[in-house]
């Protein structure tokens, strides 16, 4: 039995992560940690029996539960998730990685620790799940590019009229996955999008220029490589994280899932079409940051988490988001090679500013 412990494990993937778990029967839960959904730790505490149980971002206790592991699944939400990933990295353990926030804000910093320090990371996210299984350890020298694919969310042919009168509730409605609130909003705006490819870029070590995105409504291809050779190797499964959720946790091998098998004459047809970023203002925000580098992509993230929460509190409108973000990121000052705590400065200064903003 190898040891694991779930960070985030009451939310959409942290749940599906201890189905999967359980339908292993080859993992022992030694940790549990949530943001605040006590009753549902209590309920998971009780099922799995973990030597420990964290609540928020109780120092100590986070440590020790990703010490004690053989794998560490991080699959808490936003910044918060840096941490837990600086610790895992640093505790050389086999990372099973859904939180994609901590690559955004940290790339270059998580870069040079994994020089350091002989860690995994396995991605979790579906289309760098994808990647990770069409790469397969081939020489990133074969790869021409890597085609990221996107749903387009819910709002893919909407007019900007339109766009400027969407509900809390039109935004939750995400066409093909079903998720947490945060990365629903992400999906909408499209900023999930332009975090992909930051993620991308890191986890891979492909060039940006080398990163395409494809609408794809059906989300049944995760994403595809192009090599040099001119052959593409894609991923399809259903919409359903247990898949990717388990590769992370089996790689290398392959187990039998209890996710449902694409019958592809049901699907009848799929569909690509190019991406117009037009309408999506905190897509190319995202890329923006990245090329800017430094603190501010804590600053665009930290600026969309508060606008995010703002949002969904029916406080401000769906097109503000991008607004305030820009307004966070005009007013921050770049501090280039920025180490752990300027990125944690930036991450707070920018939350505060965008807190107060109306
Ligand atoms: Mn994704």
Redesign the pocket.
């Given at each position: 039995m190898k040891k694991i412990s779930v960070l985030g494990s009451t939310g959409s993937i942290g749940t599906s992560a201890l189905d999967v778990i359980t339908h292993l029967n080859n993992f022992k839960v030694i940790g549990l940690s949530a943001n605040k959904n006590k009753s549902l730790l209590k309920k998971q505490a009780k099922k799995f029996k973990p030597e420990i149980t964290a609540v928020g971002r109780s120092g100590l206790k986070n440590i020790s539960l990703i010490s004690k592991a053989d794998v560490v699944l991080i699959s808490v939400v936003g910044a918060a998730g840096l941490i837990p990933l600086v610790n895992a990295i640093k505790l050389k353990k086999k990372i099973a990685l859904a939180n994609k926030e901590a690559i955004v804000i940290a790339g270059d910093l998580i870069a040079e620790l994994l020089k350091k320090y002989p860690a995994k990371i396995i991605p979790v996210?579906?289309?760098h799940s994808a990647i990770f299984q069409c790469i397969d350890g081939k020489n990133p020298k074969e790869i021409s590019k890597i085609i990221l694919t996107a749903s387009g969310g819910p709002f893919r042919n909407y007019s900007k009229k339109d766009l400027s009168e969407v509900k809390v509730k039109d935004v939750l409605k995400h066409p093909t996955w079903k998720m947490g609130r945060k990365i629903t909003v992400d999906s909408a705006t499209m900023i999930?999008k332009g975090f992909?490819v930051i993620e991308a870029h890191y986890l891979f070590g492909i060039p940006y220029e080398k990163i395409e995105i494809v609408i794809h409504p059906q989300s049944i291809v995760h994403s595809a490589v192009e090599f040099v050779d001119g052959s593409i190797i894609s991923q399809m499964s259903r919409t359903d994280m247990r898949i990717a959720i388990q590769y992370a946790l089996t790689y290398p091998e392959r187990k039998i899932s209890t996710v449902k098998k694409l019958d592809l004459p049901s699907l009848g047809k799929l569909e690509f079409f190019n991406f117009s970023t037009g309408n999506f203002p905190c897509f190319e925000l995202a890329l923006t940051s990245a090329r800017i580098g430094g603190t501010m992509p804590a600053v665009l993230n930290a600026a969309n988490e508060v606008a995010v929460k703002k949002f969904l509190e029916g406080k401000i409108r769906f097109l503000q988001i991008p607004k305030f973000i820009e307004k966070a990121m005009k007013k921050h000052r770049v501090k280039k090679n920025p180490d752990l705590e300027d990125i944690l400065d930036a991450d707070f200064e920018t939350r505060k500013f965008v807190e107060e903003m109306k």
């Open positions: 996210d579906s289309e999930n992909e």
